[in-house]
């Protein structure tokens, strides 16, 4: 089995862009897709980012996805920060026996 | 639009069983595999199972595995969790989710259920 660490929080301040970053242990981060969940306060999940770096349609394209295979890691990228984007964003992938999510991040806009 | 819909949660003694559905509209059913994720209070999301569009395929998180049964009817468009010997650290919001044509992504969630497992 692998894992995905993300850091526990950050932070930054509206119209600003923030990067999340995700790190597999084992394994190549490019073998395998990697997704990001938005997980707001008293809602259920959403996908904002799918397959690394697609969006789902009713996404802003304030969001974005990327993978760097020399780091191993993904990222999720957030310009134009509004107070709404405030909430906690998970990354998740798999290999053939497992599918994981990273521990999660939580985002304050302040 | 997609809509999915739990429902079957409750407070349950530790050792019981309870089962959860999955209603789910907006899509064709029998294309999708569908899986089940869970958030225990204070913590980060775990996937628990989920299963192919035919049926025929299953995947359990090792905390479950042996516990927990995942199952669909195509012809009501329902997805199921069937829960035995349930534990404390089975308390979650668990939430049935929609997955792309490929198994190990989601694209759709449903609201989520509370099971609180407790004595």
């Known amino acids: 089995n692998f894992m995905l660490t993300q850091p526990h929080s950050v932070s930054e301040s509206p119209g600003k862009t923030v990067t999340i970053s995700c790190t597999r242990s084992s394994g190549s981060i490019a073998n395998n897709y990697v997704q990001w969940y938005q997980l707001r306060p008293g809602s259920s999940p959403t996908t904002v980012i799918y397959e690394d770096n697609q969006r789902p349609s009713g996404v802003p394209d304030r969001f974005s996805g990327s993978i760097d295979s020399s780091s191993n890691s993904a990222s999720l990228t957030i310009s134009g920060l509004r107070t709404e984007d405030e909430a906690d964003y998970y990354c998740q992938s798999y290999d053939t026996n497992d599918r994981v999510f990273g521990g999660g991040t939580k985002l304050t806009v302040l | 639009e997609v809509q999915l819909l739990e429902s079957g949660g409750g407070l349950i003694q530790p050792g019981g069983s309870l089962g959860l559905s999955c209603a789910a509209s907006?899509?064709?059913?029998?294309?999708?595999?569908m899986s089940w994720v869970r958030q225990a209070p204070g913590k980060g999301l775990e996937w628990v199972s989920a299963?192919?569009?035919?049926?025929?395929?299953?995947y359990y998180a090792d905390s479950v595995k042996g516990r927990f049964t995942v199952s669909r009817d195509n012809s009501k468009h329902t997805l199921y969790l069937e829960m035995n010997s349930l534990r404390a650290e089975d308390t979650a919001v668990y939430y049935c989710?929609?997955?792309?044509?490929?198994?190990?992504?989601?694209?759709?969630w449903g609201p989520g259920t509370l099971v609180t497992v407790s004595s």
């Open positions: 989710a929609k997955s792309t044509y490929n198994w190990n992504l989601i694209d759709s």
């Open positions: 907006g899509f064709t059913f029998t294309a999708f595999p």
């Open positions: 299963i192919s569009g035919s049926g025929g395929a299953t």
